[in-house]
């Protein structure tokens, strides 16, 4: 049995990829979003022609709907970022296509390079930049659909920050 107690008892469904469930039509649970964006990285076709690079600001692309979720493509030049934001109610995954971001939270930064995978639970504070010398793409997939992203102030109390679920390469 593969429900989703099985994969919490399990520990961290990112580090198991077994426990990965495979992309479905319409996914529902995090496993599924997981899967979901690992399938359409592994598919440059769906997504490589698409992609524009904006030197004014970040480009982004809404790649697909499905019933309670979107799906995002975005670019970013060198030097492009979010400031610190969360995204209101909706869960999300954000996952590299090319390239390197850093993303910083209360807790320091990560960089996040090609294949990296990161989860976030609703109202996860953090900021995104492309801090290299590169252009760099990302996966975004939020349920639900996104509604709202509210920006916070650069000096985050300890209470305001609520950390991504989880980190992980393809």
Do not use: C, K
């Not at 599924?32 to 982004?60: C, P």
């Not at 670019?75 to 934001?85: A, E, I, M, N, Y």
């Not at 995104?128 to 996104?146: F, K, T």
């Amino acid at each position: 049995m593969n429900s989703d107690s099985d994969l919490q008892i399990a520990g961290d469904i990112l580090e198991v990829p077994h426990l990965l469930q495979p992309a479905r039509e319409h996914p529902s649970t995090v496993a599924e979003f997981v899967g979901l964006a690992r399938s359409i990285a592994a598919d440059r076709s769906q997504w490589e022609h698409l992609v524009q690079y904006d030197a004014t600001s970040r480009w982004y692309h809404r790649l697909r709907t499905g019933p309670g979720y979107e799906v995002w493509i975005l670019s970013w030049v060198p030097g492009q970022g979010t400031g610190l934001h969360d995204h209101g109610p909706s869960s999300g995954v954000l996952t590299m296509l090319d390239g390197e971001l850093t993303e910083h939270t209360r807790r320091g930064t990560r960089a996040l390079g090609a294949g990296a995978q990161q989860v976030y639970a609703p109202r996860s504070v953090h900021g995104i930049v492309n801090d290299s010398l590169e252009p760099a793409v990302s996966l975004h997939i939020y349920s639900p659909g996104l509604t709202e992203m509210p920006m916070h102030a650069a000096e985050m109390p300890a209470h305001a920050v609520t950390e991504p679920y989880a980190a992980a390469r393809l």
